[in-house]
C-alpha cells in the first residue's frame, strides 16, 4: 500500500531534509565541490525532498493558477502522484505562460512568465540543493529573497551607517535595468553549482504569447521558484569587489588594521541597491566599477534610475524615504509607498459599491493591516494618520452614494459607533475597522550579519520571537493608553 499525503510526517521530512542542506553548507565552507555535488543528488532524490517540494507548490499564494497545461493539483491524490512523478533524469520543461502586471505609475507592463505546477515543483526541489549554497556564498550585506532577512534588516543597516553625526553624506541609488530578464545564460550555466541540465531546461524552455511558441536566449523567468535565488547568486560579489577596493589596510603595530577613509557602504536587496561616500566623485568611480562588474552577466545599470543623491535632499529605497533633518536621518513611507496604498485602498471601495458592509471592512482591514506591518519600525506615525483620513473620506462618500436620499445624522447612525470611547468607529455587530493609527512603532533592531541561517537557525528563531513579543507588549500598552485618553 503507497504512502498517502495526509500520511506523510512533515516533521521528519523537514528533520531529514535539513540535516542534508547542513551537510552541503559545512562541505561548502571547506570547499568541497564534489561532496556538495554528492549532497546535492541525494537531496534531490530524495523522497521527503519531492514532498516539500510539492508542498510548496501547493500552499503558495499561487496554487490556483495553472500554467499552459491548465493543471492544477487539488486533491490528495493529485500531490501524491505529483510526489512520484518528479524525477531528475527523465524532466523536461515546458514553456511558460506568458502574462503582463501593471507597474505602479507606468504605461509598460511588467512580463511574467508563469511554469506549470510540476515545473515549479522541480524548481522547489533543485532550491532545496541550492539554497545552502547561496546563502554561504552570498554577500554579507545582502537582503533580499534570503531566509529569515527582509527588506526590514536592510532599512536598520542603512540607518546604522547613515544616522550617525559622521556618516557619510552622498548616496548612489542603484537599479539593474530590466534585472531578471537580461541575465546572460552562459554566466549562469558556468557559474550557478546545480544541476547543468535541468538549469538548461529552466532557462531554454520559451514562454506562449498568443498561442505562438518564443524561445528564450537571456534572463531567469520572473514568476519562477528559483529565480529569485539564481538572480541573488547572479549579483553576488559586488560588494566585496566595491569594499576591497575602499577598505584598506593599515599596519599598526602588531595589528593590520583596516581602514574606510572614503567611508563607503553597501546595502542591497536583489537587485535594488545603495552605495554610500563621503563625496560625489568617489560614487562616479564605484558606479564605472559596477558597470563593469555588471557587463560580463549581461546586465546594465538604469540610467533613469541610478542616480546620486544628498543626504539632505534625501532618497527612495524599498518603499520607504532616507532624509536628514538638522543632522538627524528620518525614515518614513515614501510619497510613491502612499499613493499607491490610497489607490489600492480606492479601487476596493469601488469595487464593492453594492457589498455589504461586513465584507468591506474585512477587504480594507487586509490592506491595511500589511501595510503597517510593513511601516511599523520607521517614523510613519504622520503618513498613518494621513492614510485614517484619506480612509475616512472615501468611505463618507461610499456612504452617502448608497443612501443619496438620506440625511447625514442617518447615514453615521448606520455605519459609525463609539467604540471604547472612540467616536467614529466604522464597525458592525461582527467587525470593526483597523486604524492606522493603533499601531505601536517598534524598531527590529539589526541582526547580526554574519549567521547562517542554516548553521544558525536558533538565532533567528529567537529574534523573530523577542520582536513578536515586543510588538505584543507596545500593542498592549497603546491599547491601554487609548482607553484611557478617550475615557477622560
Not at 121 to 134: F, H
Amino acid at each position: 500500500m503507497k504512502l498517502q499525503w495526509n500520511q506523510i510526517d512533515w516533521k521528519k521530512a523537514e528533520e531529514q531534509v535539513n540535516r542534508l542542506q547542513i551537510r552541503i553548507v559545512k562541505a561548502t565552507l571547506e570547499q568541497k565541490w564534489r561532496l556538495v555535488k554528492r549532497l546535492q543528488y541525494l537531496t534531490t532524490n530524495s523522497f521527503y525532498a519531492k514532498a516539500l517540494a510539492v508542498r510548496r507548490v501547493v500552499t503558495n499564494s499561487g496554487k490556483k493558477t495553472p500554467g499552459i497545461d491548465g493543471v492544477l493539483w487539488k486533491t490528495d491524490k493529485d500531490k501524491m502522484e505529483a510526489v512520484f512523478a518528479l524525477n531528475v533524469q527523465t524532466y523536461h520543461a515546458k514553456p511558460l505562460k506568458r502574462i503582463y502586471i501593471e507597474k505602479f505609475g507606468k504605461k509598460e507592463k511588467r512580463p511574467l512568465g508563469i511554469p506549470t505546477m510540476s515545473d515549479r515543483a522541480m524548481q522547489a526541489l533543485q532550491l532545496l540543493a541550492l539554497e545552502p549554497i547561496a546563502e554561504t556564498t552570498a554577500d554579507r550585506i545582502s537582503f533580499g529573497f534570503r531566509k529569515y532577512r527582509s527588506t526590514g534588516d536592510a532599512r536598520e543597516y542603512a540607518f546604522s551607517i547613515l544616522s550617525r553625526k559622521d556618516s557619510p553624506q552622498w548616496v548612489l541609488e542603484g537599479d539593474i535595468k530590466s534585472c531578471f530578464d537580461k541575465i546572460s545564460h552562459q554566466w549562469m550555466m558556468d557559474n550557478i553549482p546545480t544541476d547543468k541540465r535541468i538549469l538548461k531546461e529552466f532557462m531554454n524552455c520559451g514562454y506562449i504569447e498568443k498561442k505562438k511558441l518564443f524561445p528564450t536566449t537571456e534572463g531567469s523567468p520572473q514568476g519562477g521558484v528559483i529565480s529569485p535565488t539564481c538572480a541573488n547568486m547572479v549579483l553576488d560579489g559586488l560588494e566585496p569587489m566595491i569594499l576591497d577596493v575602499y577598505w584598506r589596510s593599515r599596519v599598526k603595530k602588531t595589528l593590520n588594521v583596516k581602514y574606510n577613509i572614503h567611508k563607503v557602504h553597501v546595502v542591497r536587496f536583489a537587485d535594488d541597491f545603495i552605495v554610500t561616500a563621503t563625496d560625489k566623485q568617489t560614487l562616479e568611480e564605484i558606479k564605472l566599477m559596477i558597470e563593469r562588474f555588471l557587463k560580463p552577466r549581461g546586465l546594465t545599470l538604469s540610467k533613469e534610475k541610478t542616480v546620486i543623491t544628498h543626504i539632505k535632499d534625501g532618497f527612495d529605497f524599498l518603499g520607504w524615504n532616507f532624509r536628514k533633518f538638522r543632522g538627524k536621518l528620518i525614515i518614513k513611507p515614501s510619497h510613491k509607498s502612499m499613493c499607491k496604498i490610497t489607490r489600492k485602498i480606492s479601487e476596493t471601495i469601488k469595487q464593492n459599491r453594492t457589498s455589504t458592509q461586513d465584507i468591506l471592512i474585512l477587504k480594507l482591514n487586509e490592506i491595511t493591516r500589511g501595510w503597517t506591518e510593513y511601516h511599523h519600525s520607521t517614523c510613519a506615525k504622520r503618513a498613518f494618520g494621513v492614510i485614517d483620513h484619506r480612509i475616512w473620506e472615501m468611505l463618507w462618500k461610499w456612504a452617502k452614494r448608497r443612501h443619496p436620499n438620506k440625511g447625514k445624522h442617518w447615514i453615521v447612525d448606520k455605519y459609525w459607533r463609539t467604540y471604547k470611547g472612540r467616536k467614529w468607529a466604522f464597525m458592525t455587530d461582527n467587525h470593526i475597522l483597523y486604524l492606522m493609527m493603533d499601531t505601536p512603532i517598534v524598531r527590529i533592531g539589526q541582526m547580526s550579519l554574519g549567521k547562517n541561517p542554516f548553521l544558525d537557525k536558533e538565532y533567528f528563531e529567537n529574534r523573530a520571537r523577542k520582536h513578536r513579543y515586543n510588538m505584543k507588549k507596545a500593542r498592549c500598552s497603546n491599547r491601554a493608553a487609548q482607553i484611557n485618553y478617550y475615557a477622560l
